[in-house]
């Protein structure tokens, strides 16, 4: 089970990471990602960066693991990512929802005592 990556693809990959890396720095330069976020999508790339150089590093993680096909591990880990990082983004969704109702009774409620204000 000896495959080894062709280098074309190896150098792909390695741009790749490199170019999305450096997407994600201008993301955070320019505020549109936040600091929470960014250190999420950094790992992640550094990790696809580290097995783009070291070539046989999926072979032997999937060996280890017991994987008999190791692109496999790959999907398995995105999955396995992909799930954690909705399960997060719905408890801040219902956070934000939570603050929303709140702020739309707040404002509610000093609207009525302005009316009450502007009536006296």
Excluded at 84 to 97: C, G, P, Y
Aim: aromatic share 10%.
């Amino acid at each position: 089970m000896d495959t080894v990556v062709p280098l074309r693809i190896q150098i792909l990959s390695i741009i790749g990471s490199v170019f999305f890396l450096l997407l994600i720095g201008r993301l955070i330069l320019k505020g549109k990602l936040t600091e929470e976020y960014a250190v999420l999508w950094i790992v992640c790339t550094v990790v696809l960066l580290v097995l783009s150089f070291w070539r046989a590093g999926l072979e032997q993680m999937a060996a280890f693991l017991g994987v008999f096909y190791a692109p496999s591990l790959i999907f398995l880990a995105a999955l396995f990512g992909v799930t954690i990082f909705l399960v997060h983004l719905s408890v801040v969704a219902t956070r934000l929802e939570h603050q929303h109702r709140v702020l739309a009774q707040e404002i509610a409620l000093l609207r009525n005592e302005l009316r009450e204000l502007q009536k006296t």
